[in-house]
């Protein structure tokens, strides 16, 4: 269950498409809701949609009302100006600030929007959402705003959740944040499990086959595994067993087979973790993706845990 819900917001239309959706987490988790505006006058942070001092705080007040005004619940509500000194802004980027804050005072959850590959690369949480997915350990939900300004008399609906497991514990990491996420809204899960073909160009081979259709059985008995794992009398979990040879685009084409939501799954940043699956993967699903993903970046774990 959620206590603290974080939403960076730099001024703009744009990352206000945020709040719908962590307004709803909200109301269903009894979470206090975080509105974060980070203060910047640094001609290297040019793309940030700068405020002045007497608005910034007006800004995100008014925010407030708005979002408590079409809230069918009460809701506990902060809001924060982040100052950064000069120091801090000649010495590191906005989104390492950002990450700073966000170990130091620990959210459950981060949501905010993304430019991904939508040409909105004005808006400067495309960069600052790369820097957190790379620093933060905090999960960040990333959502795909559309043009205009936000809705707040309407709740987002996500009914079905895929979640691309790799067979590691690193993966698997990501598990109990998706549930969190997922219980929270009341989802149906997915678990999904890609086995890349041993030898595509000669899979004619009968005995290359063979092995592929071993590599898949052994797949589909991890997924029971885990769903014995995370079984509960209030939640669905299905899962599915694909043969492919590139992973981010299977589950990219996996979403539009059979329509997710929302993706959640695992990445490394710049852990060094090279070995997972989920890495490269989840930048390339991130910026193909039409729907929002959660994506954390899990921590190191050895070989017993």
Not at 10 to 39: I, N, Y
Not at 202 to 221: P, V
Not at 295 to 302: C, F, H, K, N, S
Request: charged fraction near 20%.
């Amino acid at each position: 269950m959620y206590r603290s819900i974080l939403v960076p917001l730099d001024g703009s239309a744009f990352s206000e498409h945020a709040l719908p959706m962590a307004r709803l987490l909200a109301q269903r988790s009894g979470a206090t809701l975080r509105l974060v505006h980070v203060q910047t006058r640094s001609l290297a942070d040019k793309d940030f949609t700068a405020l002045s001092d007497d608005h910034e705080l007006t800004y995100l007040d008014q925010l407030k009302e708005r979002l408590a005004a079409n809230s069918s619940v009460p809701l506990a509500m902060t809001t924060e100006v982040l100052e950064r000194s000069l120091f801090q802004m000649v010495q590191e980027s906005l989104g390492k600030f950002l990450a700073s804050h966000i170990a130091t005072t620990t959210p459950d959850l981060v949501v905010m929007t993304t430019h991904g590959r939508g040409g909105l690369a004005r808006a400067w949480l495309g960069s600052v959402a790369d820097a957190l997915v790379r620093q933060s350990n905090a999960p960040i939900l990333l959502l795909r705003p559309s043009e205009g300004s936000p809705d707040f008399t309407q709740s987002p609906s996500l009914q079905q959740m895929l979640i691309p497991l790799d067979g590691s514990p690193l993966a698997e990491q990501i598990l109990a944040s998706a549930l969190a996420l997922g219980d929270t809204l009341g989802t149906d899960f997915t678990l999904l499990r890609i086995v890349e073909p041993l030898f595509p160009i000669y899979n004619y081979l009968a005995r290359t086959k063979e092995l592929d259709e071993a590599e898949i059985l052994a797949a589909r008995r991890y997924l029971e595994e885990i769903t014995k794992r995370l079984a509960d009398a209030k939640r669905q979990i299905h899962t599915r067993v694909v043969l492919a040879p590139t992973l981010a685009q299977a589950i990219l084409e996996d979403v539009q087979r059979h329509p997710s939501d929302l993706i959640a799954l695992a990445t490394h940043g710049f852990s060094g973790l090279q070995r997972m699956m989920i890495g490269s993967v989840a930048d390339k699903v991130l910026r193909g993706s039409d729907v929002p993903v959660l994506i954390y970046r899990p921590q190191e774990v050895t070989a017993e845990s």
